[in-house]
DNA sequence: CAGTGGTCTAGACCACTAT
DNA sequence: TAGTGGTCTAGACCACTGA
């Protein structure tokens, strides 16, 4: 009778049924946090398979934050966590995919410049060190939604194919034309108002509350390859964060 | 010689030795993005433990997102993931304990309200089911931040703490007063201006761009049974997201 | 003390990859 | 075909918990 939840025989691993049956068994509230779910030696017993593989499932669990162990007490179902909250940026550009828009990115300028003080102070590179600059426009039917300007050192000299610069990733662009490899990233999320030349780049008014992000790319000794900073027009960008177990089911609302 | 790497008399499992003594080998570059480790078995000859404790290291690493893995043909290191970005919003208040500054609520207001037409289609009730209703300001060493007003059901009518309501975590007191649990939340993050009332209380001036934020609390049958708006001064709130493998090596920066 | 989860072993068979 | 990672077993000993 208990076949019908683990089949030794199915080409799907005995760990990852007996994990899927738990994390029913919580999903639908048959298990309730602070419940605690069966000895381990009682779950192998119980559908007579090692130790060992029960362990493996309960580990998923763990992984997907489920439930928690206690050693010498026991294994628990955890409490969903709703205050640790994540917004991913992905939705920037994938809520005009997701709403069947056709995402375009114009090129308004490219150039490979010498730094002046500011820039180099702002890329801890070298006064005159070469940089290749750009800036684009992201529009999703036509309306342009963001406003991107980056930077990034120009040491490999490799040729600069326009595709590239359309890609909204900067780690991408540092990867290709700097001589170091990109590491690591550190965006910084603001609100603003459009200044002048963003109202008029974006097709909105002056003072109109937008997103502000500024990125910057590091290879592995820290020093920094790429700068960018990125305007979202506040009236169509928004981000949103779901948390909890339940959550394919309130996306939607 | 490689007793150095692993020590299996340590109280540290050796599993975890594994895995730090690859993590560094990754962080450091002397395993490079592409690079493939040692097969299980060569791992497992070298330092004379067990395949499945080899694993178990390895376990580790792909959890950390720092290797993959693939059949039939090795382990390789992979690449950090410099654009799939992520804000902690835990960042809203945090960021004030870490500089230092002590947090303070303060009640504005806190009734026992009937829902009237609005609010029952809002958290999905009935018109005149009640329901508690308060706003609060948040604000660091005396100066207004975060703006919240909230409302959940209030179908126990278990007694209010006034120190529930300094919390501002709106799951916490969905719990307290629905009776039933909260199972998943979400939230959508917008960029706003301050509306008079807003600006008014946050001591800033009116059209100040601010974040907007919403939260939804659902039990487990995705019934709404809380809701909040939280409004954060946006010249003094940020969000900031690191990604990579050196990320504590740049939180500095 | 008995029971729990944590670690570890020395095998085994499998599916997949490349040659 | 040889080599890889994926799954699974049936033990073992340990540290920790609570009575």
Redesign the interface.
Known sequence: MQGEIVDKNSVIPIYYQLFKYFEKQIRS?QL??GDALPTEMEIAARFDISRMTVRHAI?ELV?AGMVYTQKGKGTFVAR?R?????????NFYDEIRQKGMKRHSELLEARIIKADEKLAKRLGIDINTRCLYFRIVITADGEPLAYETKYTVYTKRSPILESELKDP?L??LAASHSDT?????????????ATEEEAAVLGVSH?T???LMVQ???N?E?K?IAWGKSIFR?DRY??????????E??KN?
Chains 1, 2 share one sequence.
């Open positions: 509230g309730q946090p580990g992984s969903p709703l205050d640790s909250v994540v917004f991913n940026l992905n990733s780690s991408n490899i990109p590491s690591s990233s550190k965006r910084v999320l603001m609100v603003s108002t003072d509350p937008v997103f910057t790319i590091y592995a820290n920094i506040g928004k981000l949103t964060s779901y948390e909890g177990w339940n959550v089911n309130i609302n």
